[in-house]
């Protein structure tokens, strides 16, 4: 899977938790810092996790199972399994292999792969990788809206020519949210890492006096309604938004035919005291019926998660934080083992409660007392 000595796993991995105190003995405290942080006083961070440890099963038993699988179809493609990889930044601070790394433990175990504009690795670079194997999930691209659209339709052109499948713009995230342990930490980007699929500078933010940085600089170069249209017009490729937590925002891009939401609050790393994402779910499924794609983030840990979260209306998962632990732990050895530990984990959470296909998974699975 690498080109490197294959990275032996630690005996003491178990599960994904266990992989996050051997990527802390491996990463600088800076880096450590930056991945794990989230906003503010971390509420939604630890929200995420603990919504999905609320959640009760309620399982079938004495059915058959022959057959069973994890397949399902999306947009346009078989997925083996519906997870794939969340957009993280800069993963060549976990590992020197980063991005390329993960793309070939996702492509080994069917597992999609999402690429952050901010990937330390050339797209095309990690587009080879997953089209190496037959067998895989999808491949998206990740997007920040850049106030230049000479810039945009560049990129744009780049990533289909790449082989990309689809887009996920990210929605959320306008400006960094107050990350107090990344502050402390003293992070920065270390010289050798940047997002080599971006390129260039920015253009520079012009003030008069007395304005603010934020409202009179940054925001009117943010992403508005108009710029999804742009996108859908300049763009053969789908197009998802990624961080919508709102069922009116939910309605509107449906409204402006996204091709699906990834319902996210940013791992908890933008505005702190948001609802966890267990529990913004199904009010946006709700919002937009059955038919509209959506997908979840934050705090997935567990196989039973993955049944948890499609009981409650989604159609993926995205895996984030504990596949760069894994990363950092074991390089493309380390990913490919989580993955797989959470595959097998999902396939014993369908057979427990007697779930023969994703098709089978719904709310009936999900315990409410009787209140």
């Given at each position: 899977m690498?080109?490197?000595?294959?990275q032996q796993i630690p005996p003491d991995v178990a599960n994904l938790a266990d992989f996050e105190p051997h990527a802390r003995e491996r990463m600088s405290p800076e880096a450590?810092?930056?991945?794990?942080?989230?906003?503010?006083?971390?509420?939604?961070?630890?929200?995420?996790?603990?919504?999905?440890?609320?959640?009760?099963?309620?399982?079938?038993?004495?059915?058959?199972?022959?057959?069973?699988?994890?397949?399902?179809?999306?947009?346009?493609r078989r997925w083996p399994v519906p997870v794939a990889l969340a957009p993280i930044a800069y993963q060549q601070l976990a590992h020197p292999e980063g991005e390329l790394a993960s793309a070939l433990a996702a492509a080994a175990q069917g597992v999609g792969l999402v690429l952050s504009a901010q990937s330390s690795v050339a797209m095309d670079v990690v587009a080879r990788a997953m089209a190496s194997e037959t067998e895989r999930g999808p491949l998206w691209f990740q997007l920040y809206w850049r106030d230049d659209p000479g810039f945009m339709r560049e990129?744009?052109?780049?990533?289909?020519?790449?082989?990309?499948?689809?887009?996920?713009?990210?929605?959320?995230?306008?400006?960094?949210?107050?990350?107090?342990?990344e502050r402390r930490a003293g992070f920065k980007l270390p010289p050798q890492i940047r997002a080599v699929n971006l390129g260039?500078?920015?253009?520079?933010?012009?003030?008069?006096?007395?304005?603010?940085?934020?409202?009179?600089?940054?925001?009117?170069?943010?992403?508005?309604?108009?710029?999804?249209?742009?996108?859908?017009?300049?763009?053969?490729l789908p197009l998802l938004l990624k961080g919508v937590v709102h069922p009116d925002d939910?309605?509107?891009a449906q409204r402006r035919d996204v091709?699906?939401?990834?319902?996210?609050?940013?791992?908890?790393?933008?505005?702190?005291?948001l609802p966890p994402t267990a529990a913004l779910l199904p009010r946006l499924r709700e919002a937009v019926g059955p038919e509209l794609p959506l997908l979840v983030d934050?705090?997935?840990?567990?196989?039973?998660?993955v049944l948890k979260a499609l009981a409650l209306g989604a159609d993926a998962v995205l895996l984030g934080r504990p596949y760069v632990h894994a990363l950092a732990t074991a390089?493309?050895?380390?990913?490919?083992?989580?993955?797989?530990?959470?595959?097998?984990?999902?396939?014993i959470a369908m057979a427990l409660s007697g779930c023969r296909s994703c098709d089978e998974i719904g709310p009936h699975l999900l315990w409410r007392s009787q209140e």
């Open positions: 690498s080109g490197g000595a294959l450590f810092a930056y991945l794990n942080g989230g906003a503010a006083d971390e509420l939604t961070l630890r929200a995420n996790r603990a919504a999905w440890d609320a959640i009760q099963l309620w399982p079938r038993v004495l059915r058959d199972l022959s057959g069973g699988h994890t397949r399902i179809d999306l947009l346009g990129l744009l052109g780049r990533v289909e020519a790449a082989g990309y499948e689809a887009l996920v713009l990210t929605v959320d995230a306008p400006v960094h949210g107050a990350r107090d342990r260039g500078l920015k253009r520079p933010v012009e003030l008069q006096p007395g304005q603010s940085l934020l409202f009179d600089g940054l925001m009117p170069r943010s992403a508005t309604w108009t710029q999804i249209d742009w996108l859908r017009e300049h763009s053969r939910a309605r509107e091709a699906g939401l990834v319902v996210s609050n940013h791992g908890g790393r933008t505005l702190d005291t934050g705090g997935i840990r567990r196989g039973t998660d390089g493309a050895h380390g990913v490919a083992h989580a993955l797989r530990l959470l595959r097998d984990e999902f396939e």
